[in-house]
């Protein structure tokens, strides 16, 4: 009887370990929202600082300098100083000879020029600069969207995991007071061993459920924290924006028209289709000359202990334009413009096939997120069908109106229908992510 009533008095602290473990979740630990955890990813996530970097790199080189519509202005300057001995005949007749003649000459320039006229290649150059610019933007955006989307769902995943393990623990509750009452009625001679014995088996198996549970959640949060370059994982995610993620309330009116305004991937094929037709028309200024114009300033001086001319100076002014044109290149230019043409026609094709695509993933993302909404309200009814009827044979069980093995079934049951609202719940938020991503809702 002694051994009896040790064990229903451990029993009687696990179960005050169990009701603590359910207040684990919201009291111990700080809460990271999902604006925090998409902030702090953003932050630290290496894809998305280097198509930071390739923008900058390409709003960098978007100038009208760079193009060429600047002109070029150079400086020079130079000294040169030489020793060396001279035997000189002139015309004349006579002769000089100098033993260790020193010479010196300086020289300066400031020289300038500019293109006049290139066909259109300067202003299409820049064209294309600041067409690059744009796709490098269009890049950074789509990198931070599928960050936030990632993000996003890794949040509601983890949410998710959490609520198991409060299930988990919940379930490890009632098999512990099954377990206390099953041991007490036996101790009265109420009950059998083998009706014990079960509940002892249920009550190992669910305590192995919830420690498997843990560390699934656990490592989920390690994982998560090294993703979004969070310090620690000691924190727990708010549950409540699931519940608020799972309708179409706050889905544009127009998806179609979004997508067709917004969508990253859709503007960066335009771009391309911009671009190559840029391209095809710089070719084209290859028909024309060049025309440029150059002006300098020099001053060039000289100093020597021999020869005719010993001292000499020179400055002034240089001015011309010059006129280049390509007469014949082995047909390169030719092939070069039939190819420019041939581009353009190509990233035309893959715009119409990204468009249509896109718009057919829309249409079936769309499909999804309304099945998976209906999917997840019908999981929910079901799990409060099941939770009542699990507090229903409780109560009969606890009258000794219902079997164990009602309760058990009663119990697993509600297990089941908890995670398949979870799995549900998983499959309409992630199913929203993708929609509003498609139609470019993320991270504007």
């Given at each position: ?96 000879d100098v033993e260790g003649a020193q010479s010196m000459s300086q020289n300066m320039s400031l020289g300038i020029s500019q293109t006049l006229f290139a066909g259109g290649r300067i ?322």
């Open positions: 009887m002694k051994s009896i009533n040790t064990n229903t008095m451990s029993n009687r602290i696990f179960i005050g370990i169990a009701t603590v473990l359910l207040a684990w979740n919201t009291q111990a630990q700080e809460v990271l929202a999902l604006d925090q955890a998409i902030a702090a990813s953003l932050e630290h996530n290496h894809n998305l600082k280097i198509s930071e970097l390739s923008s900058q790199q390409a709003a960098n080189a978007a100038t009208m300098g760079n193009a060429g519509m600047l002109p070029n202005i150079v400086a020079t300057a130079g000294a040169n100083v030489s020793q060396q001995n001279s035997n000189l005949e002139f015309a004349t007749g006579q002769t000089q202003q299409r150059s820049y064209a294309l600069l600041k067409t690059a610019e744009q796709s490098a933007s269009l890049a950074e955006q789509q990198a931070m969207e599928t960050t936030i989307a990632m993000v996003w769902s890794q949040y509601t995943g983890l949410a998710l995991l959490q609520r198991s393990v409060v299930t988990a623990q919940q379930v490890l509750l009632f098999s512990a007071q099954r377990y206390e009452r099953a041991m007490l009625t036996n101790s009265l001679g109420g009950s059998n061993t083998t009706e014990r014995l079960s509940a002892e088996v249920d009550l190992n198996r669910d305590s192995i459920n919830l420690l498997e549970v843990q560390a699934q959640y656990q490592l989920a949060k390690n994982s998560f924290a090294t993703y979004i370059g969070w310090e620690n994982s000691d924190f727990i995610v708010d549950e409540s924006g699931i519940t608020d993620a799972i309708n179409a309330t706050d889905l544009p009116d127009d998806l179609l028209a979004n997508l067709r305004e917004n969508n990253s991937a859709l503007l960066l094929a335009q771009t391309s289709v911009n671009a190559a037709g840029l391209q095809e028309k710089l070719q084209q200024s290859t028909l024309f000359p060049t025309i440029a114009a150059q002006a300098s300033y020099g001053l060039n001086q000289s100093q020597a202990e021999a020869g005719f001319l010993t001292a000499s100076q020179q400055q002034g002014l240089n001015a011309g334009i010059s006129l280049q044109y390509n007469l014949f290149s082995g047909f390169q230019s030719k092939t070069q413009r039939q190819n420019a043409a041939l581009e353009v026609l190509k990233a035309q094709e893959q715009l119409d096939l990204v468009s249509e695509t896109l718009e057919n993933t829309l249409a079936n993302a769309m499909d999804v997120f309304n099945n998976a909404i209906k999917i997840a309200a019908i999981e929910t009814k079901n799990m409060e069908v099941a939770e009542r009827r699990l507090m229903r044979m409780s109560e009969l069980h606890a009258l000794g109106k219902a079997s164990s093995l009602e309760l058990r079934e009663a119990q697993i049951a509600w297990l089941n229908a908890n995670n398949g609202m979870y799995r549900a719940q998983f499959q309409a938020v992630n199913a929203k992510i993708t929609v509003l991503a498609l139609v470019g809702s993320l991270g504007r």
